[in-house]
């Protein structure tokens, strides 16, 4: 099965750092935001991923590019011109990286790697810029099952803000930033029939509008729950939240 992650927007809310580079290369613990996402995936067995690029897209082909060189021990014999690999430390991955154009939406993102998709059964979509522990196999597993054309995984949004336990007017304590208000929103890791595709109409199409739109009054489109870790990077602070989480040896998506 092949992923699809979605890495050319501008990422504006967190324009610290990407005024330098595209919103999935910033890095978490020395490494992508976009190399954590395919490492989730690869340790579900998904190791085929079409990157759908945009701003600053030459960034992410130029790490791809050097990727084995970096994660490989190597001998340079410049005086015959030669170069000897040891050992490779790299993953079994193929990467396809497409310019989805730099203004393009979400959905004509979709679009435009749609010949790479023709042939799939269903294929994994997903934003390039957020974590979780999802159990992505046992997506792909409930997709299979009820036969519908798509797949969403709902979650429960992080907080915002700490909660006082309160009782009456007295304050007992405090909970530091509970999960959300109850309600389930769409945590971005999808599983898709390529049928799907004939939904969107064109570049500027926002495949959370009208698309899924569609797809649920069709009754073609199934959550499912995950109430475990979910995290996007939309702003500086939750870069550093997730940094922070790397560093301290426990990362909840780490999978791998």
């Avoid at 999935?24 to 998904?46: A, D, R």
């Avoid at 005086?79 to 050992?87: I, P, S, W």
Wanted: charged share 25%; with cysteine; glycine share 10%.
């Amino acid at each position: 099965m092949k992923a699809v992650i979605l890495a050319g927007g501008l990422g504006t809310r967190i324009s610290e750092e990407t005024h330098l580079r595209p919103k999935p290369m910033i890095e978490i613990g020395g490494h992508p935001i976009l190399w954590h996402i395919m490492k989730m995936y690869s340790s579900h067995g998904v190791n085929d991923f079409v990157i759908c690029c945009g701003y600053k897209g030459y960034i992410i082909k130029e790490y791809f590019a050097n990727y084995f060189l970096h994660m490989s021990d190597v001998t340079f014999d410049m005086q015959n011109n030669k170069m000897e690999v040891h050992e490779r430390h790299a993953e079994p991955w193929k990467v396809t990286l497409v310019d989805t154009g730099e203004d393009t939406m979400t959905g004509g993102r979709l679009k435009r790697v749609a010949r790479y998709l023709q042939d799939e059964d269903a294929f994994c979509f997903t934003y390039g810029d957020g974590v979780a522990d999802v159990d992505i196999s046992e997506a792909i597993r409930f997709h299979q099952q009820h036969g519908k054309l798509a797949t969403v995984t709902a979650v429960l949004p992080p907080g915002r803000y700490g909660a006082l336990d309160r009782e009456g007017d007295r304050v007992a304590g405090f909970t530091e930033k509970p999960r959300g208000d109850g309600g389930w929103i769409n945590g971005g890791f999808f599983v898709l029939s390529p049928k799907v595709i004939s939904l969107i109409d064109n570049d500027q199409t926002s495949w959370e509008a009208a698309p899924l739109n569609q797809l649920a009054q069709s009754d073609q489109l199934m959550a499912y729950e995950h109430s475990g870790f979910w995290q996007p990077m939309d702003t500086l602070r939750e870069k550093n939240l997730l940094e922070d989480l790397w560093q301290s040896g426990s990362a909840p998506w780490k999978s791998w």
